[in-house]
């Protein structure tokens, strides 16, 4: 009995030292927290040399003093007058002025994107601070109450460690950060967080929403894939270049836009009007992407002095993974498309800025030649294709310019031209240029028919000529055969072996459709031969009847 009068006697010491140790504690840092606010930004404007502005920090700094004040005006002394009326009334107004404060702070900050988590996370605190107060004041507070708090939190921190994105799990200052997420989250404190899928080039949407004005030291979240950089605003005004992999952001920061490292395929569909006052459209087709190599000595003057901005980006500085960048490039290139470079506010994404780049270019370009010079080079030559001459034109025209911005041109070229197919939708001096570009087009058909017919007519002369030097030589042959065998042969058996070898002639000789040969009929010619055959065998039979 006497060994628990005596921890009795202890515990009651050591609660009512705390009740004054906590006391002063608290009092200490309300005011250590404004002496070192006003010190910070003292120290801060002094070294900016703003010394106008060192009233409004004097201002601020009374004001916190105030702040002070009031807390422990409601929380210590007003509580404190009750205790003659009840002894335990003071505390009893305390906690209820802890609970009111916890949960007010706690919905003014997570009301509006927490839904009810602010109000769980509010009670949930309190009340198991409440029951270890109630288990022995101080003494239950810090070995009950402070290791449940504790073990809910580190088991917090393992979830965050499962639950959201990393880059680099080992990382100690990402677990933090992530630790910080969710446990935020449970709050409704959460700053936005973004998972950037589908369009990278598209402004990405949170994924879980929050107040980037909140003043917290609870970061939000962008997570990116491996070929992806998020350009991040603090603002109005541009404050960095973060990614790929876990991004964290801070007050009043927001993902700009996304940039995707990989190679991009653009096409568009434009009007052009050529040098000869055609109008018609074309299609455009551009393969770039974000610059990756690394320039040497000569690029990097000729761009830094188009573009001060890329001074020193001569290397990429990031070169973890498969897509090395550079964080001053994709600077450059999203400084380049910011509203105030546009002829409006509006914003328009880093890939439709370079296309439109090129569909300004090979408007330019096919505006300074003629149609017929779309399939048909000026300056023609063997192998020569009108089409790539255009691309190259455009390539060379735009290629520094792009990547004075931080992009490296792969391709750019138009292909597929189309006229308006109604005769309403044409106009007069369109009409006229396509009928004399229509005209010259017909003369050259004309021309390539012509010598088509000139040279079928040669291959015919030909053929005939060759088919005559057959029947010559086959009536050479015969008769060179005939006079072998015998040499006293009769006449007939001669003219028999010719009236063969025209036969054969009359087979081969002709073309399809044709009734003459050497101005002598066909038809006439095998009549003779018919009669004549049957004259000889006549007389053949004759000869040799019994």
């Known amino acids: 009995m006497q060994l628990l009068g005596i921890i009795d006697w202890l515990l009651e010491i050591t609660n009512d030292a705390l009740d004054v140790i906590l006391l002063w504690v608290g009092l200490t840092a309300l005011i250590a927290y404004t002496v ?11 070294a900016k040399k703003i010394d106008a502005e060192i009233g409004e920090i004097l201002y601020q700094s009374f004001i ?9 005006i ?15 009334l003071p505390v009893t107004i305390r906690w209820l002025e802890f609970l009111l404060a916890t949960i007010g702070i706690a919905y003014l900050f997570g009301h509006e994107y927490g839904e009810r988590r ?16 109630m288990v022995d004041r101080w003494i239950g ?29 080992e990382d100690p200052y990402e677990k933090k950060q992530r630790f910080k997420v969710l446990a935020a989250f449970t709050w409704g404190f959460q700053l936005p967080d973004y998972v950037v899928s589908g369009h990278a080039w598209k402004k990405p949407d949170p994924r879980i929403p929050g107040d980037f004005t909140l003043d917290l030291p609870f970061p939000g979240l962008v997570w990116t894939k491996s070929h992806q950089v998020v350009g991040i605003t603090g603002g109005t005004q541009f404050k960095r270049v973060d ?11 927001r993902p700009f836009q996304i940039i995707d490292l990989r190679n991009q395929l653009r096409s568009s569909e434009i ?45 990429p500085s990031y070169m973890e993974g498969s897509f090395p960048y550079s964080h001053l490039r994709v600077k450059a290139l999203l400084g380049s498309i910011s509203p105030s470079s546009l002829n409006d506010d509006t914003l328009i994404y880093w890939d439709r800025w370079v296309l439109s780049v090129v569909e300004d270019m090979a408007r330019k370009v096919i505006s300074q030649k003629r149609l017929n010079e779309l399939w ?14 255009i691309a190259q034109e455009i390539k060379d025209e735009i290629f520094i310019k792009l990547r004075s911005v931080g992009i490296l041109l792969l391709a750019a070229r138009v292909a597929n031209f189309s006229f308006p197919k109604s005769e309403g939708d044409v106009d007069e001096i369109s009409k006229q240029q396509i009928a004399s570009w229509g005209s010259e087009w017909e003369r050259k058909k004309i021309e390539v028919l012509s010598t088509a017919q000139a040279e079928s007519e040669r291959i015919q002369q030909e053929a005939r000529a060759y088919a005559q030097s057959l029947l010559l030589n086959s009536i050479a042959e015969g008769l060179q055969r005939a006079e072998e065998i015998h040499p006293n042969l009769s006449r007939y058996v001669i003219e028999m072996r010719l009236l063969s070898a025209l036969q054969d002639y009359i087979y081969i000789g002709p073309s399809d459709g044709e009734e003459t040969i050497d101005n002598v009929k066909i038809r006439d010619l095998r009549s003779y031969i018919r009669e004549r055959q049957e004259y000889y065998s006549s007389k053949d039979r004759r000869e040799h009847k019994p």
């Open 376 to 389: 048909k080079p000026a300056k023609d030559k063997k192998e020569a294709n009108a089409l790539e001459i």
């Open 243 to 253: 990614g790929p992999g876990v991004v964290f952001t801070g007050k009043l920061e």
């Open 64 to 72: 916190l003093l105030a702040a002070d004040a009031f807390l422990v």
């Open 118 to 133: 602010w109000l769980v996370s509010s009670l949930g605190h309190v009340g198991v601070i409440f029951f270890g107060w």
């Open 36 to 46: 070192s606010f006003f010190y910070k930004n003292f120290k801060k404007l002094r």
């Open 271 to 315: 009007d052009v009007v050529s040098k000869d006052g055609i109008h018609f459209k074309a299609n455009v087709f551009a393969a770039f992407r974000v610059d990756p190599d690394a320039w040497d000595e000569q690029t990097h003057d000729t761009i830094g002095a188009i573009n001060p901005l890329l001074k020193g980006a001569d290397q």
């Open 74 to 88: 409601i929380f210590w002394w007003l509580p404190s007058l009750t205790v003659k009326l009840v002894d335990w």
């Open 141 to 169: 507070i810090l070995f009950l109450s402070t290791p449940v708090i504790l073990a809910y939190y580190a088991a917090l921190n393992r979830l965050a460690m499962v639950v959201l994105p990393t880059s680099n799990p």
